[in-house]
DNA sequence: ACGTTTGTTGCATATTATGCAACTTTAGTT
DNA sequence: AACTAAAGTTGCATAATATGCAACAAACGT
């Protein structure tokens, strides 16, 4: 179907905000989208009516507006999978002291919903909200080996561990498949270990995925396994919560 | 400035699914822009396209999308004051017992950006991310009373006690300003006090408010004060904090 | 004070969003 | 299972509107 297009350039120009640290102006958004700057003013100034962009009071730059939290705040609260994944998260944090995410499908990618960090001194970014590859991270990949998604055709390296290789890959999800988490072994982050495992509903439908992350000095190969239990027994509880009923896997 | 007809339509859609429970169909939206539904067909498709809609799998209905999440996620994170602030919430929920709050001006409204609560077992329903009025909240007319906000032209009544008398909320502001802090005695939801004071950042400019809210039988008018001046100390203590300036007022 | 860059407005034109109608699909009812 | 009703999508002609241009205004830096 063909797209509204005035819609879709509003829509774009708030993706642009997202990725300028200190906002854009109407000609920088125009040059980005190859438009008239006349055109970019009147669509930045309907953005900004409707408080999906802000101007700084200062630079008078464009800014992402307070809407989206709203609107996205919103939308998290409905995500009844989060408050119930939440304790989960906290005794994966106790059994492994690294830290826990739970991410959902969203846009063909993994969408990081929730976080429980390992210590609260030490504050990792937050990661809550973005979204990351399905083919080189743990939560990714169970959502790959375990949902109905497809492998994307680009598999775009992001450290020299990243598995580009889509038979390589193949092998990975069906190995995952069988032994029940997933591993992603510096293959998004230098220095990162992280371990998945899937989390079902009561219909037995996958609905997302917890894991683990930690230094590759902690979350050592040896102890991959081990921490897989762990992460596998969490999620499994999870699930039953969900009324997840193993009777019928 | 004119807007853009169709980009307008589309974040309208956007703010008919928010106060939708279970989503909406095209139809639905149709009707209630009063537009044909081809043209809804048209702009959901857009919408989720770009991922701010997304069609729930089983009932085909439409639902707000994780694109909202990321963007507005993302601008949470970048407001820094929600940083800064967070050990003074909590230190304000360890001084009063109650729940405390963040919130910034947006849209003419106060936007909750943070929340600290005083029980952690009694989980009150999470506020971040939604808008109330400026007129009939403690961190609202904070915002009104320190900044440069007009009073809105309809005073709406959410409880009996909402001012609704425009003379008598500038003389609520002239009072709040000179003693530092403002009080919601009810004036919003039934049984709930609040009270709260000004954020200033290293320029001396207002950037937000923090407060406490608890139920009436607690935050009673007897200690209003009591609260009041532990607000105001912990407020002066994060504005420091951002670089504010005593000798400069 | 000067030129340079950035943002806004008026207007004619061409693009495009729109409503209508026909059609397809899904859900509900007898 | 057959039928009806409602919801959603697509093609198409037309009307609406978004667009680029140009002129103008404002802010910035030299």
Redesign the pocket.
């Known amino acids: 179907?063909?797209?509204?297009?005035?819609?879709a350039?509003g829509l774009k120009i708030l993706n642009l905000l997202e990725h300028s640290r200190n906002g854009m102006?109407?000609?920088?958004v125009?040059t980005q989208l190859?438009?008239?700057?006349?055109?970019?003013?009147?669509?930045?100034?309907t953005l900004a009516k409707y408080g999906f962009v802000e101007q700084d009071q200062l630079?008078?730059?464009y800014l992402l507006g307070p809407q989206l939290v709203t609107l996205g705040q919103h939308l998290l609260n409905r995500i009844t999978l989060r408050d119930h994944a939440r304790p989960y998260l906290h005794e994966l944090v106790d059994k492994t002291g690294e830290c826990a995410h739970l991410a959902i499908l969203a846009q063909r990618q993994a969408l990081y919903i929730d976080q429980v960090e390992s210590t609260a001194a030490l504050r990792v970014e937050s990661e809550i909200g973005t979204l990351s590859p399905l083919y080189c991270t743990a939560l990714g990949k169970i959502l790959l080996a375990f949902g109905d998604s497809r492998i994307p055709d680009e598999l775009t390296p992001f450290t020299h561990r990243t598995v580009t290789d889509r038979s390589t890959l193949e092998a990975q999800l069906a190995q995952t498949s069988k032994r029940g988490y997933a591993i992603d072994d510096e293959e998004y982050n230098y220095g990162v270990r992280c371990v998945a495992a899937p989390v079902y509903d009561h219909k037995s439908a996958l609905v997302g995925a917890i894991g683990i992350s930690g230094p590759a000095g902690r979350v050592t190969l040896e102890r991959i396994d081990e921490f897989g239990s762990v992460v596998v027994s969490i999620a499994a509880a999870l699930s039953a919560r969900l009324g997840y009923d193993f009777n019928l896997r």
């Open positions: 179907m063909a797209e509204i297009q005035s819609l350039k102006g109407t000609t920088e125009a190859e438009i008239d700057k006349s055109s970019a003013s009147r669509l930045l100034h630079t008078a730059r």
